[in-house]
Structures are given as C-alpha cells and as structure tokens.
C-alpha cells in the first residue's frame, strides 16, 4: 500500500498569508495525486487533480506542484473560507488508492 | 447537473445487518466507476472501494474486502454499501463519490450518511 504523509498536520496562519501543505508518497505515484478541501460537516471538495490542474471552479490562488514522490499545495493569500482541513489522495489503482492524513489550514 | 443523493443517517446495534444507498442523477450512471470512503468521527479519509455499475466490476481497499460490500442497480442509478454483522467500529460518516470529469479525481460527492453502531 502506499502511504500518503501530509506535513504539518496543522498549520496556523493569519488571513492573507501564504498557506505550503506538502504530501509525501511511499513510493513514486507519478503525478496521480489530487488534493481536496474538507470544511465541517460537509463532503471534501476537488481542489487540483493530476497534481498540478485545478478542478472547475476553483479560484487561482490554489496552486499545486510535484511529480514521483514530492507534492504540495499553495494558497497564495488565504480567504477566511480557506480555513479548512485538506487531503491529498493517489489513484495508483482502484484497491490501492489512499489518503494522505490532513492539514489542519486554522486562524492564528 | 450531477447530483448524489444518499440515503439517512442509521443507529443499530452490534451484530445488525445494514445497507446505505447512494441515488445518482443528472449523468450517466452505468457509465462512471462510484466509490465510497469512510470518515471515523474526528478522523480523515479513508478508502474503502469502488464499483462500475454498468457490469459490477468492484474493487475493494486491502482493509475493507471481506468487510463490506459494494453492489449498484443500474436500473435505479443507484449503489450500495453493506454490512453483514456491524461493529461498534463502523461508527462514522460514509461518502458515496464518483470521478464523473477526471479519472480518479473524486469530483462530485454526496452528502454523507452517518451510520451510529451502539448497544
């Protein structure tokens, strides 16, 4: 199986500051890793999939990079909507597909 | 428009059998693989398998085969998850999705059904 790890698990930051999440893979996923945004109670949302595309509608200050085993996410100048937990999920195959575990983005 | 409609929230009891369902509309059901993933209360995402409604191919995530199971009724754009004998461990939010632009990007969700295992 391969194991998503997300860093840091949480991140404290002020509106209007730059957000880096990163997510490290087992082992080489290509660029098969997408990125979601998880509000409370409420579904997670795609924000990038392919590693580095952003889904319908999501606003350019979501950018996202990496390739093999190395990704992160950015969020230029966060909104309070941002505040948010997000997951980076692989799509190696159907059976082995996983998530990584979170970051926490919250208001310092 | 792409809308998945899940079934509501269920309390049971150790040992009870259960099925959720998740009504796709506004596409193509038979023809997009939909999945489920397992929310543990205060917890993250995790994955527990996919089906293709349009010939029941399934695959299941290492930790849930034999656990669970997934099945679809293409006649009712609708699929399934199921449990034989629950545990107090099944307690958590269960999201039906389906990667209906990207392929394997979960683009659209449904809204969750909560199911409660307690004696």
């Known amino acids: 199986e391969i194991v998503l790890t997300q860093s840091p698990a949480t991140l404290s930051l002020s509106p209007g500051e730059r957000a880096t999440l990163s997510c490290r893979a087992s082992?080489?996923?290509?660029?098969?890793v997408a990125w979601y945004q998880q509000k409370p109670g409420q579904a997670p949302r795609l924000l990038i999939y392919d590693a580095s595309n952003r889904a319908t509608g999501i606003p350019p200050r979501f950018s996202a990079s990496g390739s093999g085993t190395d990704f992160t996410l950015t969020i230029s100048s966060l909104e309070p909507e941002d505040f948010a937990v997000y997951y980076c999920?692989?799509?190696?195959?159907?059976?082995?597909?996983?998530f990584g575990g979170g970051t926490k983005v919250e208001i310092k | 428009e792409v809308q998945l409609v899940q079934s509501g929230a269920e309390v049971k009891k150790p040992g009870e059998s259960l099925k959720i369902s998740c009504k796709g509309s506004?596409?193509?059901?038979?023809?997009?693989?939909i999945g489920w993933v397992r929310q543990m209360p205060g917890k993250g995402l995790e994955w527990v398998g996919i089906i293709f409604p349009g010939d029941s191919d399934t695959r299941y995530s290492p930790s849930f085969q034999g656990q669970v199971t997934i099945s679809a009724d293409k006649s009712i754009s609708t699929a399934y998850l199921q449990w034989n004998t629950l545990k107090a461990s099944d307690t958590a939010m269960y999201y039906c999705t389906t990667p209906w632009r990207y392929p394997r990007n979960f683009d659209y969700w449904g809204q969750g059904t909560l199911v409660t295992v307690s004696s």
């Open positions: 999920q692989q799509r190696s195959d159907w059976s082995g597909l996983t």
């Open positions: 082992q080489s996923v290509s660029s098969y």
């Open positions: 506004g596409y193509s059901f038979s023809n997009y693989w």
